[in-house]
């Protein structure tokens, strides 16, 4: 690649302000052009096998450098690009869980060869299936030879404080904290939010609040960045004088990661589907609905999959049992831990994530494009929406159009959607004589909009269908 070629590629909107080069893409491939002040250490750390060590490790996502660029005037390098974008308001508490041991992982390994990480940012991490790859390469540098790691408040704010959090009742609150990019969630905040804030913390979130108010937005920033400075040098009990070795203070703090506690409450949903968990193999233990999703995955035979409401997930690991690449959601904390656990456990190439698709997350930053809307990063070949009709049409008020216009925006070619008629016991227990309209017909129709080749089969328990759809050609 000449010089000339890499001042074309397009930046990657998630490359705004990192001091080490530029991410860029060029068609389905992914490079780092590396400004001159980092050149020289990188080119050492992939001369001496650095690189090639931590990727063969799995601690960072494998780079290489770009072949056909000048040796010395340029250096540009390839990374491997990961299937899934994910971002850390969209994973459950284990998978935040998982990220933050990582990257403590790598910062020991750096600590190893005299090197270090200059930030921690969870959007450093994207996961492959269950796996936390660490992606921002340029984040690598030498260490400094103090014993405070410079990261240390912001893994406090992006992964300590949201963990602590995500164990209580308000976890759903850590997840609107996770879109900032400035400050996370403060010691005061995860006081305040797990109860242990005393009536004089109480009293100042409540006059943060106000000042929040009365500052946005002009001024703001000034403000957000002398509060964090305000409990970064408290955040850990350790200060610039502590003879604990970094390494060892960073041991401590993995243990204490790895302890926090976790979400743990018995929901409803948590436990509806543990009926009908069978073995992954075909048998007599399997329904006429497991039998008949393996059936259309088998002769569909899509390269990913999208699982709407997946609950704990057999039917997403049944898929990657097959081969294909999937990501599950549902907004129900439990069950995706349940399953992030059960896809690690099984070495299933299924990406869980936290979200309710009836409202997809939007597109987040200036203008819209730093964090893409879900509806961009999770389409996928096929969706599979099992037992999820009549809840949104009865306990959501969803039209039939709404539901299929949804479905149709995250499928790139395949359906599989089941249908619940008025006869199944919780639909005619949910009946409302208001909508007469809802109806196996009709649902056809409007899936016709869209979608051809309907084929319609029996699902579990009767009179339950599937629908085998097909996206029309344009």
Known sequence: MTSTEAASLQSHPLSTADPSGRLCESGEKLYRVINPIKQELYRRLFKDGTIEDLCKKGLIINTSIETDSPPESLLILEHRRLPVVSYAFEWSSEMLRAAALHVIDLELELLKKGLSLQDCHPWNVLFEGTKPQFVDFGSIQTEKGNDIWEANGEFFRYYVYPLMVLATPHHRIVRHFLTDHWIGITQLEADFLTSRASSE???????????????????????????????????????????????????????????????????????????????????????????????????????????????????????????????????????????????RRLEANVHPLYGNLLCPSPAIGTPGTMMPAAVDRLRSECVLALAITHHMVFRFFFSLDQIVNLLNAFSSRYLIVEFVPKEDKYVSGWWDASKPWYSLEAFRNSLGRFFDNIVEIPSHPSPRVLLICEKKKP
């Open 201 to 343: 913390a109480k009293e100042k979130i409540r006059t943060l609040v106000r000042r929040i108010r009365k500052l946005l937005p002009s001024g703001s920033l000034n403000f957000f960045n002398s509060a964090i400075k305000s409990v970064e040098g408290r955040v850990t009990g350790r200060s610039k004088k502590s003879t604990e070795s970094r390494s060892s203070y960073l041991t401590r703090l993995r243990t204490m990661v790895e302890g926090l506690p976790n979400f743990q409450a018995d929901t409803y949903w948590s436990a509806y589907a543990q009926d009908e968990y069978p073995d992954f193999s075909p048998s007599a233990t399997w329904t006429e609905k497991h039998r008949q999703v393996h059936a259309a995955l088998t002769k569909l035979q899509p390269k990913t999959l999208l699982d709407i409401a997946s609950n704990t997930g057999w039917y997403s690991i049944l898929a990657a049992k097959m081969g294909i690449q999937v990501i599950a959601t549902d907004n129900d904390e439990t069950c995706i831990n349940q399953l992030f656990r059960e896809a």
